[in-house]
Every structure is written in C-alpha cells, then in structure tokens.
C-alpha cells in the first residue's frame, strides 16, 4: 500500500468556531495509482491534500493516521513534515501558476528552492534539464520571468520542480482549472506521463472537473461538504454510481453533444451545508431525492463491492 | 439586432507606447433577437474585449458596432441610458461584480435613480420580486443582504434579474458560470434557455465548449483576437472545419469518451507554439464553405 | 476571493482595543491632545512674556522652569502643543485633500489626463520642499500657524497622490465599477461611492501620516527660525534654546519638553498607524 489515510479529521480556527473541513476520511492508494479527488468548492478536497502534506498554519490537525510507504506522516507537527516535503510527498499548489515570484528567473528560482531542501541545484540539475525537455520546454526557460511564459508554461515548470526528487506521492491541486482547453489535455496527459515514467509513484489529482478525471485517473474519490461521498474505478464512478450526490452531479454536466432544445439537463437545488456547524446524520440529506429517516443517521463510508466504497444508506 | 463590423482594438504597450497589441482584429458578427449566440475562444482571444467593447467599457478602434442600426459610438448622455436600458452584461466573478460594503440589492437601487425614478415605492418593489421571480429567486432570500451572505449562483441571478428589470433585448454574458459550481452552474444556464424564448438575445462568451453547444443557436470560434469559424452550433460542433476548431474540439475532457477515441482528425505535425506567445493569427479570408457556415482560410491554416 | 466590508465593524473595534500599538500611540496623541486644550487654562503665565526669574530649573511656581528670558516654559509647551496640532490638521488636511483629488482622477480617468497629473505630481514631488519652504518663508512674513500649515499642505502632498493613484488603479478594474457604469454611474459619483469607501482605511492611515508629517516639517521650520516669530511652538522653542546654549548650560527643562512633545506626538501617530494596518489587514494579526 502506497497511502493509507484512517479516520482524518482536518479542522479551520475561525472567530466562530471550527471549520469541519475535512470530518473523517479513510481511504487508500495502491503504488502506481492516479486518485482523483473531486467534488464542489467547500467540499474538503483541497483541504484534504494540503493536509498530507502540512502545507496550511491554519489547518488544526484533529484526529486520524496517515501512513506513506508504511511510515506513519507526522502531519501535525509542521517542523517534522519539513523532512518528508518535497522528498516522500510533494504537492503542486493552487494558483502555483500565480504564486512563481515574477521577479526572479526560473533558473535563479529553481536553485532557492532547492536550496532550501539543502540540496545544490547543480546535483540535480542533469536530470532537472532533462525533465524540461521531456515536457516540451527549451532549456532557454532558465533564463526566463514567469511572466515571458505562459499558463501552461508554468505550469509544467512547476510540475518539473514538485517532482524532481521523485516523492513517493504528488498532490496535484486543481492543476488544470486555470487553463485553456489545449493546454489542459496536454498537462494532464503529463501528470500520467510522470507516473508512467515512474517520477512519481502515485498521485492525487485534486479538481472539480469529473470529466478531466474519468481521462486520467485510475479511482475517483467524490467528497461532499467534508465527507467522503464515493469512490470506486473511474468507469465505474462515471457509468455506474451509486451515490445520489454522484448521480445528480454527474447528469448535471452539459457534454458537446447535449443540447438545451433536445435535452434540459438540470442541477442540484440547494446549497451544501455550513461546515461550521453541520447537520446530524448524512450531510447530503437536505438536497437528496431518495432521503428517508434512516439518512438521520450518518452513513458509514464503506465498500459495497470490491474497490467500490459508498456513504449512503440508499446504495448499501 | 446588434451588428459588429470589422471591429478592431488595439492597445499601446511598451515603454512609451512604442509596442502595440492587437486584440481584437477584425472581427465582424452579429446577434439576432432571441438568438444565443456564442463566442468561444481560450484566453488572449481577446472575447472579453469584445464584450466590453459591445457594453461601451471600451472603445473600438477601428470598425463599428451597431445596434438597431445605429452606431453605439456616437451614443451620449441620454441616448447612451437609452442603450444601456436594451444592452446590460454580467460578468465572470459574482463577487468582484457588488461593492463589498453595500448591501446586495444595491444593485438594483443604482438604476433605480436613472430609469424608474417616476415608480411610487410599491410600483417598484412588484417591479423587483417579478423580477426575481423571473430568475427563480425568492425575494426574502435575497433583498436585505450583504454579497457574501451570499452564494456565486444567487449573485449571478440577481444580475441578471437587474437586466431583466430594465427590459433589456440583448444580454452580453461574459463567462458567467465559469466561477460556480457545477451543480447550480446548470441551473443558471437554463435560465439563459428560458429567457431566449422571451425574445431576449444573448452573446454567450465563454471557454467552455460544452457550455456553448448546449445553449447557443450559432457559434463563433475566436483564436487570437480573430474569427476563425462561425455558423450554426450544428454546423460548427458537427463539422468543424478549421484546424483550431478540430483542435479543440479534440481536446474537450468527455465524459464517456477517452481523448484518445475522439474521432476527429487533426493534420498531423500541427503543434501551437506557445513560446511566443504574442505571435500574430494568420490574416486570410473568411470562406463560406456552406450557408452560414464560414471558415477563416488563408496559405498557412489547411482547411478540408 | 475574499469578501470584506462594514459587517467587520464590530469586529474592528475588538480587534482595535486588543492591538497595543493602536492603543498605545491614540493613548499618547489623546493625551497630548489633551493637555494643549486643557494646558493654557492650567498657566497663569503668558508663554511670551517675562515672568519669572531667568534660567530656574522646574519648581512649584514654574513647573518645567524658566527660560534664559524668564519666560515659563511649562505655557510655552502647552502652547507649542496646540501650535503643533493645528499644523498637523491643517497642513495634513490639505495635502490629504489635493492628494486624493489628485489620485483620484489620475487613477480613475487615466490616459492623458493620468499623464498631465503625474507629470505635476512629479515636480511638486521634486522640488526640495524644505528649500522651497525657506524661500518663501523668508519673503512671506509668516503670520500665523496656519499660513504655515497651508504652504507645508501645498508641497507634501505628492506622494499621497501617488499612493492613491495606485490603489485607484486596481479598484477600477473591479467588476462592480463596471456594473456602476453600465447603471449609469458619472465618474464623480462612481469614485465618491464606489471607490473611495473601499479604500477608507487606506485613506484614514494616509492622513494620519501626513499630520503627522506635517509636524514634523512645521517644527523643523520652526527650529530655523522661519516659522512666526511673535508666537511659540515647539521648534521655536528648541531653536530659542539652542540659540541660547541651553545644552551647555544644562537648562535640560527648556528642550527635553519640547523634543519629548514632538518625539511623542509623531511617534504616537506612526505607532497608532501601524496597529491600524494590523486592525484593517486581517492577514498581518498575530492570532
């Protein structure tokens, strides 16, 4: 087993209380595996992955063992992660397309990077100029600002440097959001690229988008409102789901060939939960057709079939 | 209804201005009643410009917009209020659109003074429920609030309902789902569906192609601040003929189809270098290839 | 995307009172504050006039002493006091004033007219205020305080221009200001009612610093010799006693006050405005 995360509870200080973020989370990811991780903002997702890796002061770790090649991650101590970060688990941020500082070159960033893990950029910096190739970057983006690239650019620089010393586990959050069409087949086909090519041994790609998922991954994990929904195979999520949520959200997404005129797809009425004080039993009881008494009390998040693991008390 | 005509914008970069960047390049549409029409195109296809331009928030530089045959240039003072009470828009980010200290409703008591000052107050409080009705909003939910008690969706709505409210003809919707979450995004979209059968007519901008197939009548492809393929959302999605529109098409993450199966053919070798990122669209002619369906075609883009 | 506004109002005062810097530096300006209204009614002494014995250290009759001249430095203080904070109110009021004017519509209307503004602002920003301030000082025959006041308003006033210029910039790219154009919105109202009460806190810790600042110009005249001659601040004061040896005399009691007025004065004011910073600024709390 690669990742093995039991019974995580990840929670926000705020003036009024704390924020459920992430409210219990058990899953695993073999060697090898693409999990994609997905679900609406507020969902937890983003949380959950920064939380593997400590990347957050905010974030108060309640409860919940994270175990990584069979070694226990002490994620809630920040100083002791400072050893696994970067080397066991990396993770490429949100808006790290944003967050490349425009007043140094890429070069000059690369070396104070590493510089910081105590390694010389020199050492590494064969294997780094071969990585840029490898994505379609001329070696010339060493001496470039963030700012002479473009998005997708950036990206694929930041992609390079999270994964130049091979981490076990890459956290990939929202990658691809900020991109346009083309630019997001080919970084995404890139994160598999990494796996296959063994830079990474298992990945978690952290989007809102099923459908860049069901290209990429290997299971889809969907959270809801801090919880874990579903997660099976990516086919299975996409043609067969047995959650409500899922299911709603899943017919609710408009494909190049679905037409208004022909077929009125509809949404989910409601809004998800406050996290600062979430209601008793299943959280997504308030906008779920099938809700019945049982769904007062909180669904267990467990396999219904072999890989497919449901929290809803309609599916089991 | 509304017409572009080779409308272009340029703006002056560099030290000194010395540079200049070319938006929008003669780029010529238009807009029917009750018609969606969709404007796609990645970012730098300079989309957001012309919607802007089409609002009056910018200034064409060269070309001209009409709208019911009048030039939207020559607009002033009380011919422009006029304009804006047939043309309103709503933008990418619901948050970024209300001024954070205010109350949310704001932004209806801001056209409250220019276009319904002869309204008793009863007259304009049915005026606003009908309205958020109309978006499928109840007005106890929404009056009295400030934008971040708030979600994304409800936000969208009421400006929408505020263009409703003036009665507009054409709306100009800037990626307005783009920043919602998918289960309202639908919801919002629908709406737009809704509306077009009151003879509202709609320039849909957005990134999205999925979006854009299910809810416009014609579409027009946008690349570099050019028109690269316009004609019917039929004709476009079912038989794109320029390389960028195959392009894209074969990029679009499906949710039954892996990219690997899409079965749409692109010349091979045909790789955007998007090191410069400045580099000029091909110039060339805009073909009609069959009724209503153009194509850009010049010595460089290969076209079936 | 963060979602700030009046609802914090409450929420800005806890934090308020919970920020030392804050209460500390509007502590110590209050207090100042205080004793130049209260202080002249506490002296039955004339700061000008010659009252006492010259050269005597602080006593019960002459609470900070005498100067070489025998006039009671304890009124003279007070008065300085009040001298100070009119200076301060009306010099940082009218830089304040022109400085937003002029950011405002550079900011908001760019283009040429963005051109012409900066390229004023530029020279007036230039021009070596103080060299200026001497020039004009020595031809005008400075009255009172406040003519002071409007000349140092005058000439400071550039870089708040500048600095509001800036935030006006990326405040007009917001949606919202385009939501009050397309309802209709003139520019004058657009940056009354839009844009400038986004930025109240930006434009309450602006003048702040230059009421400050304009203290600390006033007194620096004033030690030269070029502020009015026929009333008393604090840096006439320190100029009086310097003129007169007092440093080596060790007539500590004429310009420790004084020195101490304007060191507290200034440094409240700076002190009171970077709690204010930590108060707006969510991010720069301690939690």
New interface residues.
Partial sequence: MSLRVDGLRVYYRSLNGDVKAVDGATFEIADGEIMGLAGESGCGKSTLGKSLIRMDARMRFVEGRVELDGRELPIWDDRKMNAYRFTDVSIIPQYALSALNPTRKIGALATELLAARGIALDEVMQEFKRRLKLVGLPESVLERFPIELSGGMRQRVVMVLSSLLDPSLLIADEVTSALDVSTQRAVSELLVEFRDRGFVKSMIVITHDLSVLYQIADTILVMYAGKLAEKAPAETIIEAPVHPYTQLLLSSLPEVGIRYAEKRLSGIPGRPPSLLDPPSGCRFRTRCPFAWEQCGDEPAFKDLAPGHAAACWKAA | MLTLDTCCKTYRVGSFGGGELQAVRNVSLDVGAGEVVSLIG??GSGKSTIG?MI?R?LRVTRGNIRFEGTDIATLGGKD??TY?GDV??V???P???????FKADR?FT??RG??FSGLSGSEWSTRLQSALEDVSLNPGDVLGK???QL?GGQLQRM?IARALLLDIRLLVADEIISML???????V??LL?DLKSRGLGVLFIT?????G???SDRTVILRRGSVVEVGT?EQV?GNPLHLYTR???A??????T??KDIEIELDPGTT?A??D?WSPADDGVLVEIEPGHLVRSSNQDRTS | MQASGWRGRSELLYFAFRNWKFVVGIGVVLSMLALALVGPMLTEYEPLSFSGPTDEPPSSEHWFGTTSFGQDVFSQFVYGLRAAFVVGVVGGGIAWLVGAAVGFTAGYRGGWIDDVLNMLTNVVLVIPTLAILIIVAAYINVKGYTTEAILIGLTSWPWAARAVRAQTFTLKTRDFVDVARLSGRSTRKIIATEIAPNMSSYLLMMFILLFGGAILIGASLDFLGLGPSNLISLGLMMNNAFLSSALLLGLWWWFIPPGIGIIAIVGGLYVMNVGLDEIFNPRLRET
């Fill in positions: 990645e970012s802007k609002l928030l422009l209020r804006y309103q828009g933008f990418q980010d948050f970024s659109s209300y001024n954070p200290i932004v801001l056209l220019e276009h400030y934008p971040h979600s400006l979450d998918a289960s309202t995004r639908i919801d979209l629908n569906g990134h999205d192609l999925s979006l197939n299910y809810i959302t999605f392009s894209l098409l990029s679009v993450p499906q949710l039954h892996k990219w955007d998007d090191v990122a």
